[in-house]
Antibody, heavy 123, light 106 residues
């Protein structure tokens, strides 16, 4: 059974950092691209970042470029999202999601999702 | 970014057929996917690439369309299908999602 378990969320002040983790099990982690998707009541679901199977290719939405870093450790079956210079508009539930193919950010779909972790950016 | 416009909330009775629409602001070929999200849960993939049923998903769910106009159908609706349904395109960058269609019981 595919399982994705996020951790690391919480309350953080604007301008500070937070690192999310996603532990994967039930499949060969190194064979799949991975992603982070966030959700808010006002903006809905938003793709945030994606990473290729080996970690050599990463992709970001414009609003997080230069502030967020996606990475993965295939030996630990875990992906990460380092979030720096956080803003109030980053407040959301962040989901770890498996990408259906092993390349790029187009052409596939999110076939499994974690339960989500809440990130609140507020002073 | 590609904007996906979904039909508003729909009220249905068990046993009925319901169709949810999703219109894209530009062509997405057949790279449209559908997810179900129940309150407090994560999204779940139901249909991928416009018309393909995801693993383990009942055949009551179906999808069709190409280009800019897509439909998602549940026939017949069951009480457990009460949820919000989202379309998602992965043809254009960045991937984008619709705002969701909330299915409610009459």
């Amino acid at each position: 059974e595919v399982q994705l378990v996020e951790s690391g969320g919480g309350l953080v002040q604007p301008g500070r950092s937070l690192k999310l983790s996603c532990a994967a099990s039930g499949f060969t982690f190194s064979n799949y691209g991975m992603a982070w998707v966030r959700q808010t009541p006002t903006k809905g679901l938003e793709w945030v970042a994606s990473i290729s199977t080996g970690g050599g290719n990463t992709y970001y939405r414009d609003s997080v470029k230069g502030r967020f870093t996606i990475s993965r450790d295939n030996a630990k079956n875990t992906q990460y999202l380092q979030m720096d210079s956080l803003r109030s508009e980053d407040t959301a539930t962040y989901y770890c999601a498996r990408w259906s193919n092993n390349y790029g950010v187009n052409g596939g779909y999110f076939d499994y999702w974690g339960q989500g972790v809440m990130v609140t950016v507020s002073s | 970014d590609t904007v996906l416009t979904q039909s508003p909330a729909l009220a249905v009775s068990p046993g009925e057929r319901v169709t949810i629409s999703c219109r894209a602001s530009e062509s997405v070929s057949t790279l449209m996917h559908w997810y179900q999200q129940k309150p407090g849960q994560q999204p779940k993939l139901l249909i991928y690439k416009a018309s393909n049923l995801a693993s383990g998903v009942p055949a009551r769910f179906s999808g069709s369309g190409s280009g800019t106009d897509f439909t998602f159908t549940i026939d017949p609706v069951e009480a457990d299908d009460i949820a919000t349904y989202y379309c998602h395109q992965s043809w254009n960058s960045p991937n984008t999602f619709g705002a969701g269609t909330k299915l409610e019981l009459k």
